[in-house]
């Protein structure tokens, strides 16, 4: 009879120990399985086009198409900014760029196609890509360290000259690309 | 009618309980011997995660000797082998682990009934190898396609050492077999981390948290008391 009513007792507790234990892992964890977007993961590349004669000033290329070589998708499309952030291949040790000023537009139907006067220029980065382990929710991020930009030489091209303004890509604060046009 | 007898019912399981538990205070004053020795024990509920649970597979025995009065000397061992998966990486720890510490019995047990409530420290102890099996570089654009890198990454040679709170119970179901659980709560003192990664599951402290060293456990199991001595209780 004593024994029977002290195990009920004992069985109480032991629902109170579960309860605890349930309260325990579920107040620990979650937080950090999920990616913050105010982490810095991988940093993209940052281009900023500036004037070839004056070259302290910003100069937006006009109507600047860019893409990837080999790739479908565009990533700007006649784009009018001083400013172009681009994504870099991981699993490589470079990415293929081309960029195409005075970009045509899509003719709408029934009407004629303008006049084609855009300049395609492909630029080649290159890079050594270091991953970094960030956290078990982001799991990691990719550093492009060495940075170089070589220009396809075409004949005519818009692009006057490229220079490497930060060797490696570690954040998105300033830009590591000047093209002067 | 129906209500008024439910009120009736309980009503007199009220008086029946507050009555009964009146008259449990021992009255007797005749000495009571209770029985020293060693208690050896599994965890139950490692066996069941592992068919249960898909990637992990573990095994733990555990034993506690009565030194004194409510005071056990305590040990767990066990080997596991952890799976973590998250959004962006897969990673399996693999190892053994060794816990020693003491128990103290906070449970007055009544005449002839030795039930164990307790609170228990340990040290821990775990050597382990992790495995990155897979992962993907967290990329916010998705221009290019996810890249994918496939493992089998492995670290061997870790180790850590974390010290540990337990709180549980054991109760004797029948004469000298127990069953027992537990909640544990971890804090990490010393581990070794894989360069350039962190240790996201250790065998015995179970998952890591980002930016904390804590962690927490639980156990569910079956013992059997081998008495070696017999002594009177105070």
Request: aromatic share 12%.
């Given at each position: 009879?004593?024994?029977?009513?002290?195990?009920?007792?004992?069985?109480?507790?032991?629902?109170?120990?579960?309860?605890?234990?349930?309260?325990?892992?579920?107040?620990?964890?979650?937080?950090?399985?999920?990616?913050?977007?105010?982490?810095?993961?991988?940093?993209?590349?940052?281009?900023?086009?500036?004037?070839?004669?004056?070259?302290?000033?910003?100069?937006?290329?006009?109507?600047?198409?860019?893409?990837?070589?080999?790739?479908?998708?565009?990533?700007?499309?006649?784009?009018?900014?001083?400013?172009?952030?681009?994504?870099?291949?991981?699993?490589?040790?470079?990415?293929?760029?081309?960029?195409?000023?005075?970009?045509?537009?899509?003719?709408?139907?029934?009407?004629?196609?303008?006049?084609?006067?855009?300049?395609?220029?492909?630029?080649?980065?290159?890079?050594?890509?270091?991953?970094?382990?960030?956290?078990?929710?982001?799991?990691?991020?990719?550093?492009?360290?060495?940075?170089?930009?070589?220009?396809?030489?075409?004949?005519?091209?818009?692009?006057?000259?490229?220079?490497?303004?930060?060797?490696?890509?570690?954040?998105?604060?300033?830009?590591?690309?000047?093209?002067?046009? | 009618?129906?209500?008024?007898?439910?009120?009736?019912?309980?009503?007199?399981?009220?008086?029946?309980?507050?009555?009964?538990?009146?008259?449990?205070?021992?009255?007797?004053?005749?000495?009571?011997?209770?029985?020293?020795?060693?208690?050896?024990?599994?965890?139950?509920?490692?066996?069941?995660?592992?068919?249960?649970?898909?990637?992990?597979?573990?095994?733990?025995?555990?034993?506690?000797?009565?030194?004194?009065?409510?005071?056990?000397?305590?040990?767990?061992?066990?080997?596991?082998?952890?799976?973590?998966?998250?959004?962006?990486?897969?990673?399996?720890?693999?190892?053994?682990?060794?816990?020693?510490?003491?128990?103290?019995?906070?449970?007055?047990?009544?005449?002839?009934?030795?039930?164990?409530?307790?609170?228990?420290?340990?040290?821990?102890?775990?050597?382990?190898?992790?495995?990155?099996?897979?992962?993907?570089?967290?990329?916010?654009?998705?221009?290019?396609?996810?890249?994918?890198?496939?493992?089998?990454?492995?670290?061997?040679?870790?180790?850590?050492?974390?010290?540990?709170?337990?709180?549980?119970?054991?109760?004797?179901?029948?004469?000298?077999?127990?069953?027992?659980?537990?909640?544990q709560l971890k804090r990490r003192v010393t581990q070794s981390t894989p360069p350039n990664f962190d240790n996201l599951v250790i065998p015995g402290f179970n998952r890591t948290y980002d930016g904390s060293a804590f962690g927490v456990g639980y156990s569910y199991n079956i013992s059997y008391l081998i008495p070696l001595y017999k002594k009177a209780k105070d």
């Amino acid at each position: 009879m004593l024994r029977k009513k002290i195990k009920r007792q004992f069985g109480k507790s032991l629902l109170l120990a579960g309860f605890v234990f349930f309260l325990l892992i579920n107040t620990g964890c979650q937080r950090d399985d999920i990616c913050p977007e105010s982490t810095q993961t991988t940093p993209m590349l940052i281009i900023s086009f500036l004037d070839a004669e004056d070259q302290e000033t910003p100069k937006p290329p006009v109507n600047l198409t860019v893409r990837a070589v080999f790739y479908d998708t565009i990533i700007q499309a006649r784009g009018n900014e001083a400013l172009l952030r681009l994504p870099l291949r991981l699993d490589a040790q470079a990415t293929e760029y081309e960029f195409i000023l005075n970009a045509p537009e899509t003719p709408e139907e029934g009407e004629e196609a303008p006049e084609d006067i855009s300049n395609l220029d492909r630029i080649t980065f290159s890079y050594t890509p270091e991953q970094i382990y960030i956290n078990r929710a982001c799991s990691f991020k990719v550093n492009f360290l060495n940075l170089n930009a070589r220009l396809e030489d075409d004949g005519n091209p818009w692009i006057n000259t490229i220079i490497v303004e930060e060797e490696n890509i570690e954040n998105e604060t300033e830009p590591h690309i000047i093209i002067y046009h | 009618m129906k209500q008024s007898l439910i009120l009736l019912y309980t009503i007199s399981i009220f008086f029946f309980f507050t009555t009964s538990l009146r008259a449990q205070t021992p009255l007797d004053t005749i000495p009571v011997e209770e029985r020293f020795g060693l208690r050896v024990g599994i965890d139950l509920s490692k066996p069941l995660r592992t068919l249960l649970e898909e990637d992990y597979r573990g095994l733990e025995l555990l034993g506690d000797y009565r030194v004194y009065k409510n005071y056990y000397i305590a040990a767990e061992i066990g080997n596991e082998q952890l799976p973590f998966d998250g959004d962006n990486l897969r990673v399996t720890a693999n190892g053994s682990y060794i816990k020693v510490g003491v128990d103290y019995n906070a449970y007055d047990n009544w005449a002839g009934m030795e039930n164990v409530i307790f609170a228990g420290l340990r040290y821990g102890f775990s050597t382990f190898s992790q495995t990155l099996e897979e992962y993907q570089i967290y990329s916010v654009n998705q221009y290019f396609p996810p890249t994918n890198f496939e493992g089998p990454f492995e670290t061997s040679g870790l180790t850590a050492s974390w010290v540990e709170f337990v709180l549980g119970l054991k109760v004797e179901l029948l004469r000298n077999l127990y069953l027992g659980g537990n909640v544990q709560l971890k804090r990490r003192v010393t581990q070794s981390t894989p360069p350039n990664f962190d240790n996201l599951v250790i065998p015995g402290f179970n998952r890591t948290y980002d930016g904390s060293a804590f962690g927490v456990g639980y156990s569910y199991n079956i013992s059997y008391l081998i008495p070696l001595y017999k002594k009177a209780k105070d």
